[in-house]
């Protein structure tokens, strides 16, 4: 990129000085060796500016540091935003907003499950724990019996805040064996 600006501004220098084309050529080759511009590449369509033209397509600007930075305080202001609500108060698209939230600021969203973990180590109570979760999320709490019964699991130590893991596929001997009953 830099090279080529380098090279567009040899070219003009040399046109201003009323060099042709076969005297500028031999001459940007000696100057930048194998990284010199084709021939067709230098003088292509007359191109007079020596500055990168304007290119099609849609621009790049949209996950921009002024945008990073627009978000960032948007989030240091209350993290539990959603992304539709970021996307709609700055008036950018969702997925700009997801990868700048995961990707440019490294944030992911928690389970409402984990946030239990905390309460339940204060000692609170189902309850106590159920209203802290209310107050921090409102109408998508997880309902109550969902959290309860995840509560009580937690407590008798059948559940943890880890992923499940997936399931796995059935053994290719138990496939074999029903194989062979078909035939």
Not at 114 to 141: R, S
Request: glycine share 4%; with cysteine; hydrophobic share 30%.
């Amino acid at each position: 990129m830099q090279r080529s600006l380098e090279q567009r501004m040899a070219i003009k220098f040399c046109v201003k000085l009323e060099k042709s084309a076969a005297e500028t050529i031999p001459m940007l080759k000696k100057a930048f060796g194998v990284d010199c511009l084709s021939d067709r590449q230098i003088f292509a369509e007359g191109r007079e500016d020596v500055n990168d033209e304007n290119r099609a397509g849609r621009p790049s600007t949209s996950s921009s540091d002024d945008n990073v930075k627009r978000v960032r305080d948007l989030l240091n202001t209350d993290r539990r935003l959603s992304v539709r609500l970021i996307s709609e108060t700055l008036e950018i698209t969702k997925t700009i907003v997801h990868e700048i939230v995961s990707e440019s600021l490294g944030m992911r969203k928690l389970e409402q499950r984990v946030n239990l973990k905390f309460p339940i180590k204060l000692g609170k109570t189902f309850a106590e724990a159920y209203e802290m979760l209310q107050e921090v999320y409102g109408n998508e709490c997880l309902s109550r019996t969902q959290d309860f019964e995840w509560f009580k699991q937690f407590k008798e130590g059948r559940e943890t805040t880890e992923d499940d893991p997936h399931p796995k596929w059935p053994s290719s001997s138990k496939t074999d064996e029903n194989i062979e009953k078909n035939w």
